[in-house]
C-alpha cells in the first residue's frame, strides 16, 4: 500500500506543547566586558597568535566557547554559541584581532556560518566585520580550498565547498549484497576544524561506528534524550554511509571533519557512545536507497524543503516560533529533542516524522523496531475516520505482517512496500481515553490517545460599545458538549482572505455562489483535476508574533479508492506574499472531514519572524480526488488559555472596529465567529515628543535645522497643523507661532523641521512645538533648548617680569593665561613651552579634544594656573582655548628672551715669568646667551686689585713689564643680556727670581 504523509491538524497541538518553553539561544553570543577572567576549560584548544603574545582558546561541542588571554593576564570568555562550531580562529598579522566562524551545527551547513571579529585590545566581538584593506586576506583566509590530490572532481565554486565525492544523486541504489555498513570510513581533517589537533587535510581512517560515535557528542548534546542522541546517529552514520557510496574510485577520503559535511571531534561520552552502540548499522533508506541524511539545529515551524520526496516541508509544532538556526532541511536536533523530552516520541518516530516515507532499516535484524506514528500520542479523533501509520523495520529480507487493533476494531497490512497503515471508522461512543496498538506478533507498540470530539464548542462574545484604551476586555462565555472541554480563544480582528479573491494557477476550477459560504461565494475546484489557487491577504499583519488560521472547507464525494490508505484530496498553504517562504500548511483526506457536502474550518498555526514582510498568501491544491470547496480563510492571533474576561489589543485607527473570538475545545475543534464591534474613540492628543537635531552645540551655521518628532496613538497626526515658535530669553517671551514642515512616517508619527531663525546663545534660546492630531486634540512639545555658538573663545597671555633695555629677562618670571568665551563657556585652556626650562609633558589634549597635536619638540598640556619660566635663550609659549562648544580659539604664541644666570670666566697665565718683559695672559667665558665683554683685573705683591682691562672684547693681552714681584690677575665676563658674572680664580705670576746657571759638564 502507498505510505500516506505524515500530518496532523494543527489545531491539535497547543494542546500538545508546553504553554512557555524553555528559553534557549541559538546563535553565538558575545559576551559582556563584565565577564570575569578565569583559567580556560581543561578541554579547550589552543591558537597562539602570529607575535606569541596572545592565545586563542576553543572549547568543542555544539556549545563552544572562545577564550582570549593576552601576556600573563588569566583567559577571558569573549564568545559562547549554542548549536554551533566554532572554526579554527585566525588572527590578524599584528595579532591583535582574531576571527572564528560560527557554523549551525548539522550537515552542509558552513553556508549559514557567521564570522566574529574580536578585538584582543578591547575583548568585544562583532559579527561581519570586515577588515582594513591592509590586512584583509587573513580574514579571507583561502583555507577552504581541497587538497590537490582531489582536484580532478568537480566541485561546486562556494566557499565552503562539500566533500568532492558529492554527486548530482539524490540516494544511493544499493544491492542486497551490499546492506552492510563500510567497515571503515576516511576521515579528511578539514582546515577549519577547532578540535582535532592534525595537519589540514590529513586523512584518518577510522572503524565506522567509532566514526559515528565521534561525530554524536560534536553535533548535539551529551545530556539530551536517549531517543534524541540515537535518531542523531541513525541520520549520522547513514549521512556518512551516503558519502562513502559516492566516493569516487580514485578519491583519497570519504568526508571531511567540518560542517561542509558533519563535524566530528576526537571526545566521547558514554550517553552518545551508548546511543551509538544501541543503532549500530542502521540506516536510513527511502525506496530501498540510502537517502540524504540531512539535518540542521532548528528547522521551524514548518521545516524547510530539501528538494527531495524524503526532505519534504513537515509540520513541527514543538518548533512554532523558533528561528530557523541552519538550512531547515530533514532532520531538527532541537525540534527532536522537544518530541523525546516533551511528549517521549522514541528515535523511530522522530526519523519518521522528519523524513517524510523514509524507513529505519537494520540490516543485521538485530535490533527490530516497531512504531506507531500516526495519530500522535494524547491526540483526540475529530474527523469521520483516523489514519493509523506505523513504522516496522526488521531484517531486509523478513516478511512483516502489521496488525493494528483499537476499540472494537481490527485491522491487518501485509504489504510493506511503503510502510504500513489502516484507516479507522471510529463510533462517537467510544470510551476514554483510547488505546492503539500495532503488533508484529513479537512486537508490540502501544500509545494512548485522548479520546473522540466532533461538535465544536459555542459561546458568546460581549464587549464595550465605545474604547478610548486601545486595550479592552473581551468578556467571553462557552461550553463544549463532547468533553474535551472549552481549552483555547483566538481572537482578532476581521482579517479574512474570502473566496472572491483567489485567481487560478493551474488546472480547474471556479467562484460560484453558496448560500452556505459564509462570504457568500465559494471557489470549487472539482473532482478529476489537480489544481491550484492563491490569493493575497489585502492588508500587512504584524510580524514576530504567531497566529492561526482557520480555512473554511467542504469535500464532495470522494473518487474510489482504498479506504485503508485514503489519498491526501487537499491541501491548504500559507506563504509569505513577498519571500514565498512557506509558513504553514494542511494535508486533508477525506477522513479528516466529519461528513461530505458540509463546511468545516480547520486550523492552521504560523509565526511570522521578525524579517517577515508581513504580507500572507494563501494557496489552495486539489489533487483532483474530490470536489473541494473554500469558503474563506480567516486569520486571528494566536490562541491564548480560555478565560471569561481576556485583554484585547484594537488595531491602532478610530472608530468601528469588529472583534471575532473562536472558541477551541481541547480537542482543537474551533467554534463559529463570535463577532462584537466597539468603537475606539480618540480622546488623547498626540504624544512621545522627541528633539532628533541638534543633539548638542550647533557651530557651523547660525540656522541649523530642528527635527522633531511626535506620535499619536490612533488618529493620527494633522500635518498642516504643525507649528513653531522660539525664545532668546529661556522662555521669558516667545515669537508667534508659525507653520513648520511636516513630514509623515509609519506607525502614526510625524516628523517636524524648522530653521532656527534665532541668533547664538547659550541656555537661554528655546523652541517649542505644537500639533495636532486629525481629531483636533491638539499637544505641545517641551520647550528645548537650542544652543548654537559660532565664536570661538579669545585667550590672553601676560608675563610678570620686565625686559631690560636689551630686550632680555634676566629673572625668573611667570606666565599667566587667561581666556573669554560669551556663549558656550571656556571648557579649558592648553599650552605648550620650549625653549629653556621646558616642562615635560602632562599629556596631550589634542587626542581627546580638538586641537593641535604633540611634536617631538611642543608638548601640549592643561594650563592648571601660572607657569614660571627661566633659563637661557628664546622661551616660546603657545596657547589656544576650547569652549564648551568645541570650538578652538586662534592659537596665541608669545616669545621671550631669558637669560636668568650670569656668565663664568676662567683666566689663564703662567706661573713665572723673567722680569722685563710683556707677561702673556689670556681669559674665556662661558654663558648660554652669549659673552658680551670681560673685566680683568691685576694685584701686584698682595695689594689691592685694581683694573686693568674694562668691557674688552679681546680674549688675551700682554701685562706691561715687571721687575720682579708677584701679580696675581682674575677676570669675570659680562653676558649680552647685562648679566655680570663672579671673578674667576685668581692666577699668580712670579717675575724677576734669580735663575742660576750651571755649565754642561761631559765626561768621555
Not at 532532520?331 to 517521549?344: D, E, F, N, V
Not at 471556479?510 to 471557489?523: E, F, H, T
Not at 697665565?909 to 683685573?937: E, L, N
Not at 734669580?994 to 754642561?1000: G, I, N, S, W
Request: proline share 9%.
Amino acid at each position: 500500500m502507498k505510505r500516506p504523509l505524515i500530518v496532523l491538524a494543527l489545531a491539535l497541538l497547543w494542546t500538545l506543547i508546553p504553554a512557555c518553553p524553555p528559553a534557549r539561544g541559538q546563535t553565538s553570543v558575545p559576551e559582556t566586558g563584565s565577564q570575569p577572567a578565569s583559567p580556560a576549560p581543561p578541554a579547550a584548544h589552543a591558537f597562539a597568535s602570529p607575535t606569541d603574545e596572545a592565545i586563542a582558546w576553543l572549547t568543542p561541542g555544539p556549545a563552544p566557547e572562545l577564550w582570549l588571554t593576552a601576556g600573563d593576564d588569566p583567559p577571558r570568555l569573549v564568545l559562547r554559541g549554542e548549536s554551533e562550531h566554532f572554526s579554527r580562529p585566525r588572527w590578524s598579522p599584528d595579532g591583535r584581532r582574531v576571527t572564528v566562524l560560527a557554523a549551525p551545527t548539522g550537515t552542509e551547513t558552513a553556508a549559514q556560518s557567521r564570522r566574529w571579529v574580536v578585538d584582543l585590545h578591547t575583548f568585544t566581538a562583532s559579527a561581519q566585520v570586515a577588515p582594513e584593506k591592509a590586512d584583509a586576506a587573513w580574514f579571507n583566509n583561502p583555507s577552504h580550498s581541497l587538497p590537490a590530490p582531489n582536484t580532478q572532481y568537480p566541485i561546486p565554486n562556494t566557499q565552503y565547498p562539500a566533500s568532492s565525492f558529492q554527486l548530482s544523486v539524490s540516494s544511493i541504489q544499493l544491492p542486497a549484497s551490499s546492506l552492510q555498513p563500510p567497515a571503515t570510513i576516511r576521515v579528511a581533517h578539514h582546515p577549519d576544524n577547532s578540535c582535532r589537533d592534525l595537519p589540514a587535510w590529513a586523512v584518518t581512517v577510522l572503524p565506522f561506528e567509532e566514526y559515528v560515535a565521534r561525530v554524536l557528542p560534536a553535533e548535539v548534546y551529551p545530556s539530551w534524550p536517549a531517543a534524541t542522541l540515537q535518531a542523531q546517529a541513525i541520520a549520522a552514520r547513514t549521512y556518512a554511509w551516503r558519502s562513502i557510496a559516492l566516493a569516487a574510485p580514485a578519491a583519497t577520503y570519504d568526508i571531511t571533519d567540518w560542517a561542509v559535511d558533519q563535524v566530528m571531534c576526537d571526545r566521547r561520552y558514554g550517553s552518545t557512545d551508548a546511543a551509538a552502540a544501541a543503532t549500530a548499522g542502521q540506516y536510513l533508506a527511502y525506496e530501498d536507497a540510502l537517502i540524504l541524511a540531512q539535518y540542521s539545529a532548528e528547522n521551524g515551524h514548518p521545516t524547510v524543503d530539501g528538494g527531495l520526496p524524503y526532505l519534504r516541508s513537515v509540520l513541527d509544532p514543538v518548533s512554532l516560533g523558533q528561528a530557523r538556526h541552519g538550512h531547515g532541511h530533514g532532520l531538527s536536533q532541537w525540534g527532536a529533542y522537544r518530541w523525546a523530552a516533551w511528549h517521549g516520541w522514541n528515535a523511530i518516530q522522530i526519523l519518521a516524522h522528519y523524513y517524510t516515507g523514509a524507513q529505519v532499516v537494520d540490516p543485521s535484524g538485530v535490533t527490530p523496531n516497531l512504531a506507531l506514528l500516526i495519530p500522535w500520542p494524547g491526540a483526540w479523533l475529530t474527523g469521520a475516520t483516523t489514519r493509523i501509520t506505523a513504522h516496522a523495520a526488521f531484517a531486509p529480507t523478513e516478511t512483516v505482517t502489521v496488525t493494528f487493533r483499537a476499540p472494537g476494531w481490527i485491522a491487518i497490512d501485509t504489504d510493506a512496500s511503503n510502510g504500513w497503515g489502516a484507516a479507522w471508522p471510529f463510533e462517537d461512543a467510544i470510551s476514554r481515553p483510547v488505546t492503539l496498538t500495532a503488533s508484529t506478533g513479537v512486537f508490540t507498540h502501544t500509545l494512548v490517545l485522548a479520546g473522540a470530539d466532533r461538535i465544536p464548542p459555542e459561546g458568546g462574545l460581549t464587549l464595550p460599545a465605545q474604547a478610548d484604551s486601545l486595550t479592552v476586555t473581551l468578556h467571553i462565555s462557552g461550553t463544549d458538549r463532547e468533553g474535551s472541554a472549552l481549552a483555547a480563544a483566538a481572537a482578532g480582528a476581521d482579517w479574512q482572505t474570502p473566496a472572491t479573491a483567489f485567481a487560478r494557477e493551474s488546472g480547474e476550477g471556479a467562484r460560484v455562489p453558496d448560500p452556505a459560504a459564509l462570504s457568500g461565494q465559494a471557489l470549487v475546484l472539482p473532482a478529476g483535476a489537480a489544481s491550484r489557487w492563491s490569493a493575497t491577504y489585502a492588508g500587512p499583519l504584524p510580524v514576530d508574533r504567531i497566529y492561526q488560521a482557520f480555512a473554511r472547507l467542504r469535500i464532495g464525494q470522494p473518487a474510489v479508492h482504498s479506504a485503508a490508505s485514503p489519498p491526501a484530496d487537499a491541501r491548504v498553504e500559507l506563504f509569505d506574499a513577498v519571500s514565498g517562504a512557506l509558513l504553514g500548511f494542511i494535508d486533508l483526506w477525506p477522513g479528516d472531514f466529519r461528513q461530505t457536502g458540509v463546511y468545516q474550518e480547520f486550523p492552521i498555526d504560523f509565526w511570522l519572524a521578525p524579517e517577515a514582510s508581513g504580507g500572507l498568501g494563501v494557496r489552495l491544491i486539489s489533487s483532483g480526488g474530490a470536489e473541494i470547496a473554500l469558503d474563506r480563510v480567516r486569520v486571528l492571533s494566536g490562541p491564548q488559555p480560555f478565560q471569561s474576561d481576556l485583554p484585547y489589543a484594537l488595531e491602532r485607527r478610530v472608530g468601528p472596529q469588529t472583534v471575532l473570538v473562536k472558541l477551541l475545545d481541547g480537542a482543537g475543534n474551533p467554534s463559529a465567529d463570535l463577532v462584537g464591534t466597539t468603537e475606539l474613540l480618540d480622546v488623547t492628543p498626540p504624544g512621545d515628543w522627541r528633539l532628533l537635531a541638534p543633539s548638542g552645540w550647533v557651530t557651523t551655521t547660525a540656522h541649523p535645522s530642528i527635527v522633531a518628532r511626535a506620535t499619536d496613538d490612533l488618529s493620527g497626526i494633522a500635518l498642516e497643523s504643525a507649528e513653531a515658535r522660539w525664545s532668546a530669553d529661556a522662555g521669558v517671551s516667545w515669537s508667534p507661532w508659525q507653520l513648520a514642515s511636516a513630514t509623515a512616517l509609519p506607525d502614526l508619527t510625524a516628523e517636524f523641521t524648522l530653521a532656527w531663525p534665532g541668533a547664538e546663545g547659550s541656555g537661554n534660546n528655546r523652541v517649542q512645538w505644537r500639533v495636532a492630531d486629525l481629531l483636533g486634540w491638539r499637544s505641545t512639545s517641551p520647550a528645548w533648548p537650542v544652543r548654537v555658538d559660532l565664536t570661538s573663545p579669545v585667550v590672553h597671555a601676560t608675563l610678570d617680569g620686565t625686559p631690560n633695555a636689551a630686550g632680555w629677562i634676566t629673572a625668573a618670571a611667570t606666565v599667566t593665561l587667561w581666556a573669554e568665551d560669551a556663549t558656550a563657556g571656556v571648557a579649558g585652556i592648553w599650552y605648550a613651552q620650549t625653549g629653556p626650562g621646558q616642562r615635560e609633558s602632562a599629556g596631550s589634549p589634542a587626542l581627546a579634544r580638538p586641537g593641535p597635536f604633540s611634536t617631538q619638540a611642543e608638548t601640549w598640556q592643561p594650563y592648571a594656573g601660572p607657569v614660571s619660566l627661566s633659563g637661557e635663550g628664546d622661551v616660546i609659549v603657545r596657547y589656544y582655548a576650547l569652549d564648551h562648544a568645541g570650538l578652538r580659539s586662534v592659537i596665541g604664541q608669545e616669545t621671550w628672551r631669558f637669560d636668568t644666570t650670569p656668565p663664568t670666566a676662567t683666566l689663564t697665565a703662567p706661573a713665572r715669568y723673567p722680569p722685563a718683559a710683556p707677561i702673556p695672559v689670556s681669559w674665556t667665558g662661558q654663558d648660554g646667551s652669549g659673552i658680551a665683554s670681560f673685566d680683568v683685573q691685576f694685584s701686584l705683591d698682595g695689594g689691592p686689585w685694581k683694573d686693568w682691562l674694562q668691557a674688552t672684547a679681546f680674549t688675551d693681552a700682554h701685562f706691561p713689564p715687571l721687575a720682579c714681584g708677584a701679580l696675581r690677575l682674575r677676570a669675570r665676563a659680562r653676558d649680552l643680556a647685562g648679566n655680570v658674572g663672579s671673578w674667576s680664580e685668581p692666577q699668580q705670576v712670579t717675575v724677576g727670581s734669580a735663575f742660576q746657571f750651571l755649565p754642561l759638564v761631559s765626561f768621555w
